[in-house]
Nanobody
Framework: QVQLVESGGGLVQPGGSLRLSCVASSSIFRIARMGWYRQAPGKQRELVADIHSRGSTNYADSVKGRFTISRDNAKNTVYLQMNSLQPEDTAIYYC?????????WGQGTQVTVSS
């Protein structure tokens, strides 16, 4: 069983920045694709960004140029740097580990963008 623990969410004003972190409890992290997803009230969960074990990345069109996903395999940690945040970025952000036979989700961290 793999545990994922997210942190870094909070309340920020429009135009502000936050950095989310997700720590995995298993070294399987180092060979896994990792993703950040978000779910806003009344909407389906959607992919924000993902990163493969060797570092290639993929972003949703809505966050390209504003968000950056990165990983530190030595720390079993994936990050999401979020800049130029807008109210439409308000959501619960979830970390996901895409395993060979099973996927794992974190508990989520709330991001609220409001003045």
């Amino acid at each position: 069983q793999v545990q994922l623990v997210e942190s870094g969410g909070g309340l920020v004003q429009p135009g502000g920045s936050l950095r989310l972190s997700c720590v995995a409890s298993s070294s399987i992290f180092r060979i896994a694709r990792m993703g950040w997803y978000r779910q806003a009230p009344g909407k389906q969960r959607e992919l924000v960004a993902d990163i493969h074990s060797r570092g290639s990345t993929n972003y949703a069109d809505s966050v390209k140029g504003r968000f950056t996903i990165s990983r530190d395999n030595a720390k079993n940690t994936v990050y999401l740097q979020m800049n130029s945040l807008q109210p439409e970025d308000t959501a619960i952000y979830y970390c996901k580990l895409i395993g060979v036979t099973k996927d794992y989700w974190g508990q989520g961290t709330q991001v609220t963008v409001s003045s």
